[in-house]
């Protein structure tokens, strides 16, 4: 699976909106784009997947740049409930691809 | 609709006891995996397990650790003769078919503590 880089942390003000990066330079083609945040003591809870076009849920958008080397995950709205370790993972399309390489990840604090 | 059921919450053992971890997937789901979770770090794979099989176990320590998901019934992670070292928080995760465009579903682990 390639390697991915976030920054370490991050602050956010209540309300506004929250972007994410995150560089996956190595990406293969048949590599999708995973978003997972882990809210202390909690598992991993699933945000947000994609393979090359932009996408939308209701918890938030996934913006993948036309060479996929990178993208951005964005909270529009972002609430005190957000304030987590936000993880980017891309995994590839082998016949038994199973497991997810998590990193460091990017602790998101949301202010008031 | 239940989600990803992991138990216990927390499991407390001593030096050369063994302990099981027990993960019940969504309901109709038949891939499983197992991470471990060393404090402040983050998750390592350990084992991808389909109904009577695994898949991967290219995470799983190769002595101690072993790994079931039967016909009927959890998935199983047992720990024989546990060591301060395995203390750590284990999550259980599953998806209803295999492939990278399947998202994995999380428990919320068991945190397994060694005195």
């Known amino acids: 699976d390639a390697k991915t880089t976030q920054p370490t942390s991050m602050d956010c003000a209540e309300g506004r909106a929250a972007n994410l990066p995150c560089n996956h330079s190595t990406i293969s083609g048949n590599e999708y784009v995973y978003w997972y945040r882990q809210i202390h003591s909690q598992g991993p809870q699933y945000i947000i997947h994609g393979l090359k076009n932009n996408e939308t849920n209701e918890m938030a958008s996934l913006i993948i740049t036309e060479d996929r080397k990178s993208s951005t995950l964005i909270l529009p709205h972002a609430t005190l409930r957000d304030t987590a370790v936000y993880y980017c993972i891309v995994r590839a399309d082998n016949t038994n691809a199973g497991k997810s390489t998590f990193g460091d990840g990017t602790t998101l604090t949301v202010k008031p | 609709n239940a989600g990803v059921m992991q138990n216990p919450r927390h499991l407390v053992r001593r030096r050369g006891q063994e302990a099981r971890l027990r993960c019940s997937p969504v309901?109709?789901?038949?891939?499983v995996y197992w991470y471990r979770q060393l404090p402040e770090e983050g998750l390592k794979f350990m084992v991808y397990?389909?109904?009577?099989?695994?898949?991967?176990e290219s995470g799983m320590p190769k002595e101690r650790f072993s790994a079931e998901f039967p016909k009927e019934g959890p998935s199983i992670l047992r720990i024989q003769q546990v060591v301060r070292g395995d203390s750590a928080a284990y999550f259980c995760a599953s998806s209803s078919r295999t492939g990278s465009n399947q998202p994995q579903h999380f428990g919320d682990g068991t945190r397994l503590s060694i005195l």
């Open positions: 397990l389909q109904k009577e099989n695994i898949i991967d």
């Open positions: 309901k109709g789901h038949s891939h």
